[in-house]
């Protein structure tokens, strides 16, 4: 490049972490009559890093500027930030994967589960997608305490994955609002147990041994294109006077699924493009009746998610009195 790559070389010595397109902005200010514009100034910056393709990083891989990693991210020396790196779950690898909402052992419906399990025997994973377990005991809410024990949930619950297992080859299990009440209580009563393994759900339920793949709370969960979440993510933030799966997009303004609501649910909305998103939500498979709320719109239902190279197919089935509809 010749007089562009040696005031390329000028400038970087004299800027060494500022950032190449800053840098490409002072370099044009002050050599206009060099550089055809900003863009002309960021090649030639570009170049003698050896970011420009193979071929002409053969000519500058010997020398002083030559740079095989990545500029530092924080070239002004900002202070350490805490800022979490909010990444979705991929599930892939999978052709049928089943989709089981709101289990909420030890107030599981039997039938509801029968029905959902001989249902998916054909597919090749299952998803458990928030709030297996109830975790009545740990709630915030006023508490019966004539109700089961926490020690009987963990049970009950360690019972039930133990029959998944022998259905299922891979089983995934993301944390729900009910899930997480457990780890909850341990901020609030005992932090000191935080951090230790043996304090941890996943412990507790064999995960690890069981092979089981958890997936925490308020993750979204990628199926292709296909966005999974439990439904609490989003809070009360948005009200939806139709049904859940037009809630969900009016939140997410992309397709996806939740649970959450226990309720069978399906809304599609065309853009201007004939582009199509469509939104489910899925029933759960607890009781129908409990004492918290014995009058509601709840339904039975599970979910298949049928994957073939990119695309994604979904089966959105209710449950009624054990019968799949």
């Not at 060494?16 to 206009?32: D, G």
């Not at 589960?113 to 006023?142: K, P």
Request: glycine fraction near 6%.
């Amino acid at each position: 490049m010749g007089l562009k790559s040696d005031l390329a070389r000028q400038y970087r010595n004299k800027f060494k972490n500022t950032p190449t397109l800053t840098l490409a902005r002072i370099m044009y200010n002050e050599n206009a009559e060099v550089f055809t514009d900003v863009e002309d100034v960021r090649s030639a910056l570009r170049y003698i890093e050896g970011k420009k393709g193979t071929k002409d990083r053969k000519a500058v891989i010997n020398t002083p500027h030559y740079m095989e990693n990545e500029r530092p991210k924080n070239p002004y020396k900002l202070p350490d930030s805490e800022e979490i790196d909010f990444k979705p779950y991929q599930i892939k690898g999978v052709k049928r994967l089943a989709v089981f909402n709101d289990i909420h052992v030890p107030y599981h419906s039997i039938t509801a589960l029968t029905a959902a399990i001989e249902h998916t025997q054909d597919c090749d994973a299952l998803l458990i997608n928030g709030d297996l377990i109830d975790f009545y005991g740990l709630s915030r809410f006023m508490k019966d305490p004539r109700k089961r024990s926490v020690s009987h949930e963990l049970k009950a619950c360690n019972e039930l994955l133990d029959v998944l297992q022998k259905h299922y080859k891979k089983i995934y299990f993301k944390l729900g609002n009910h899930d997480v009440r457990f780890e909850h209580f341990l901020m609030m009563k005992a932090p000191e147990l935080l951090g230790i393994a043996e304090f941890e759900l996943s412990y507790l339920l064999k995960c690890k041994e069981r092979g089981i793949e958890v997936i925490k709370d308020k993750t979204i969960i990628k199926v292709n294109s296909l966005n999974i979440i439990h439904g609490h993510e989003f809070g009360m933030a948005v009200f939806s006077p139709v049904n859940i799966a037009r809630g969900l997009f009016l939140k997410g303004k992309t397709s996806a699924m939740q649970g959450h609501n226990h309720q069978t649910s399906e809304h599609t909305e065309p853009n201007m493009n004939g582009e199509i998103t469509t939104t489910w939500s899925v029933g759960c498979l607890s009781e129908l009746h409990p004492e918290f709320l014995p009058i509601n719109k709840w339904n039975h239902g599970f979910a298949i998610v049928e994957v073939k190279d990119k695309e994604f197919h979904v089966i959105n089935k209710r449950i009624y009195k054990g019968r799949v509809l």
